[in-house]
């Protein structure tokens, strides 16, 4: 049974950092293509970053120069490093590989 499991979300100041971990389990870790996907409130979801098996990383344009995403495939987790976050990166952040899904983190990005 495969298991995406999020934690890292918060509320958070314009500027400020996060980093969000997903943690996998039924899966051979090393061989899957990771993934972070975000859905803002009243919009669909939109992919924001996949790293593969070979730690091949790729950024949407949104994001680029201020997320980093990550993998420790010894921990079988895969990290999301957003760095000068802005109030339009709010969102629920959801770890994704194949057709799995975790239940989500909340990013709140707010003074």
């Known amino acids: 049974q495969v298991q995406l499991v999020e934690s890292g979300g918060g509320l958070v100041q314009p500027g400020g950092s996060l980093r969000l971990s997903c943690v996998a389990s039924g899966i051979i870790f090393r061989l899957n293509t990771m993934a972070w996907y975000r859905q803002a409130p009243g919009k669909e979801r939109e992919l924001v970053a996949t790293i593969t098996g070979g730690s091949s990383t790729n950024l949407a344009d949104s994001v680029k120069g201020r997320f980093t995403i990550s993998r420790t495939n010894a921990k079988n987790t895969v990290y999301l490093q957003m760095n000068s976050l802005k109030p339009e990166d709010t969102a629920v952040y959801y770890c994704?590989?194949?057709?799995?899904w975790g239940q989500g983190t909340l990013v709140t990005v707010s003074s």
């Open positions: 994704n590989t194949d057709s799995y």
